[in-house]
């Protein structure tokens, strides 16, 4: 049934060069959406930020955050108004998510791990709910085998510590084994 002047011929391919160039537009156009990510500007989030990690009834870290411009940032705050807390190091923005992390420093302080409360869950513990709570400290010291002065002053490690960057707040991102959801009413205050 092929008739070589019009007929079937010419409408069969004239139907495929229309369904292949829906499929194509199809395709493209769904393309183009993935690739629509949430960009953030930076200036947004550059600036000092106050950082509380408190329940009703205690605060446990008060801090500030100084976002500046060149993408590096200082951190300095304390654990119960006892132990002094400070960091440095560089930040990024990825898509709508900050992230910090600590450069290393040649001075000799223990080091405290991130700005919440880490936990494990082990099966086999003979704690309550299975949790165990994890030293602060990830290292023993910012430098191998030394030994800090003071007991009062820690250093800060921030590996890819995250933010969500929504309007003009950040919200911090729990880490995996962030166990603040143990500690009745915990919860993380960020303001700018």
């Not at 990510?37 to 106050?50: A, F, H, L, T």
């Not at 309550?128 to 490690?157: A, D, M």
Request: charged residues 25%; positive net charge.
């Amino acid at each position: 049934m092929i008739k070589i002047n019009g007929g079937f011929f010419t409408d069969t391919l004239q139907k495929m060069r229309i369904t292949i160039s829906i499929l194509t537009f199809l395709i493209l156009s769904s393309c183009n959406k993935q690739s629509k990510i949430i960009e953030v500007n930076s200036n947004k989030v550059v600036g000092i930020w106050k950082l509380d990690l408190k329940n009703d009834s205690l605060s446990f870290i008060t801090a500030k955050l100084n976002l500046l411009e060149n993408n590096t940032f200082k951190y300095s705050g304390k654990y119960q108004s006892k132990i002094s807390l400070f960091s440095l190091g560089k930040w990024k923005i990825v898509s709508d998510t900050l992230y910090l992390k600590t450069e290393n420093i040649n001075k000799c302080y223990y080091l405290w791990n991130g700005i919440s409360t880490q936990c494990e869950n082990f099966d086999n513990s003979k704690t309550e709910n299975g949790i165990v709570v994890k030293q602060h400290f990830v290292e023993p010291t910012t430098i191998k085998n030394c030994l800090p002065k003071s007991r009062k002053v820690y250093y800060s490690k921030f590996t890819d510590e995250k933010f969500l960057v929504k309007n003009d707040l950040l919200i911090y991102v729990p880490k995996k084994y962030d166990c603040s959801k143990y500690i009745p009413g915990i919860k993380i205050i960020i303001e700018k």
